[in-house]
């Protein structure tokens, strides 16, 4: 009697593990390699469930800088990439690593510094200008130095400023490798100079002393696209999953939930697919 119990026991317990791993087998999902912004920021914990109802999809996100993510599409490991660097896009596509690109939607780089201001910047809209005050005042800037979007966008606002970030010495000029949200709160904890991405800035709930001291300047563009890794190098990318993701983000649905999407009452991004 005790052997039966404890078949039944075992078999019981088999049938579980198998419809589990039927249950995982049988899970549609993609990986998606994208930036520390979109992910810290909250707006795929927002986007994501929505498109996961209509279409029956899960998107598992793996967050680093630009740089990074493009790296991981290149190797595919990845079905798409979705980032803010658009020469660094360009280059992706142009190499043949990904296909399909589209424009999905946009915010806006500000620097944050210290209410303070040591480097007497505040309420300025030129950020070349303020980039030039706060080298020659050797305040304080934290850079992500990580080779995400927000770093490739830093270092050439700083060559447009006939200025080698490269150069700088680590006296004022800490390159600490992180993602935004650490980055940020390096420069709090240090009462530095920073570039942020409005939407991590807005999701940012340790600012301490920090307030944006430029904003405003159309070099401070910063637009997002998404991009599907080309099947055509490495033929396991999901590319019907990955087209449909990239279908709902720039349809009306996917567009309107995007806009949608705010802390505070303030938008953190703006849809523009065919704009």
Known sequence: MLRREVFGVLLAGLS????AMAQTS??????????TSTEQ?????????????????????VALGTGQALDIGRRGDADLVFVHDRA???KFVAEGFGINRKD?????????????????????????????KVADAKSIFVSRGDKSGTHAAELRLWKQADLDATQF???????????????????AAMNAYTLSDRGTWLSFKNPQELVVV??????????????????????????????????????????????????????????????
């Open 214 to 275: 430029v904003e405003g300047d159309k070099r401070l563009f910063n637009p997002y696209g998404v991009i599907l890794v080309n099947p055509a190098k490495h033929p396991h990318v999901k590319k019907e999953m990955g087209m449909a993701f990239i279908d709902w983000l720039v349809s009306t649905p996917g567009q309107e939930a995007i806009a949608a999407y705010q802390i505070n009452g303030k938008p953190l991004f703006f849809p523009s697919a065919g704009k």
């Open 169 to 187: 010495p680590a006296e004022w000029y800490r390159s600490i490798g992180s993602g935004m949200g650490p980055t940020l709160n390096t420069a």
């Open 16 to 19: 579980i593990f198998t419809g």
């Open 41 to 61: 920021s909250g707006l795929f914990a927002f986007l994501l469930p929505k498109f996961k109802e209509q279409t029956g999809i899960s998107v598992r996100i």
């Open 104 to 132: 999905v939607m946009y915010n806006d780089f500000v620097l944050v510094g210290p209410g303070s201001d040591p480097a007497k910047i505040k309420g300025g809209k030129d950020i070349v200008a303020a980039l030039k």
């Open 88 to 90: 660094a896009e360009d």
């Open 26 to 35: 049988e899970e549609k999902f993609i990986t998606v390699s994208s930036t």
